[in-house]
């Protein structure tokens, strides 16, 4: 909604087939990311315990005894693997992407009077 609004306000050449294409398209992208993401399996609960440990806690933290833990998502996309705090982000994007040009190549907007548009 965000991105329809500003391509409106923002865009003087963007029509009504422009801002229904760019919606529509970012509505299905959107939907298609989160459906997607769903299957991303959950993040392994790490046990807090340090009882039987080798490491000295006592001695500098610098040393590198620890090893990376492996990783199941490489399987899954990359992008749904991104965080649901983007997905507002994208969506805008997709509307600016697709609804410009659309607007463009249908003819753009006749403004009639200039004090209609956003300053």
């Given at each position: 909604?965000?991105?329809?609004?500003?391509?409106?306000?923002?865009?003087?050449?963007?029509?009504?087939?422009?801002?229904?294409?760019?919606?529509?398209?970012?509505?299905?992208?959107?939907?298609?990311?989160?459906?997607?993401?769903?299957?991303?399996?959950?993040?392994?609960?790490?046990?807090?315990?340090?009882?039987?440990?080798?490491?000295?806690?006592?001695?500098?933290?610098?040393?590198?005894?620890?090893?990376?833990?492996?990783?199941?998502?490489?399987?899954?996309?990359?992008i749904f693997r991104i965080s649901f705090m983007y997905y507002a982000t994208i969506g805008i994007a997709i509307v600016?992407?697709?609804?410009?040009?659309?607007?463009?190549l249908t003819g753009g907007n006749k403004i009639t009077n200039q004090k209609l548009l956003a300053p």
């Open positions: 909604m965000l991105g329809l609004f500003t391509l409106g306000m923002l865009v003087p050449k963007a029509n009504q087939k422009g801002a229904i294409a760019g919606t529509l398209t970012s509505f299905v992208c959107v939907a298609i990311i989160i459906y997607g993401g769903l299957y991303k399996k959950p993040d392994q609960i790490l046990d807090l315990s340090t009882a039987g440990c080798l490491h000295d806690f006592k001695s500098s933290l610098n040393s590198s005894n620890s090893e990376e833990p492996e990783n199941d998502l490489p399987s899954l996309a990359w600016y992407l697709v609804g410009w040009p659309v607007s463009l």
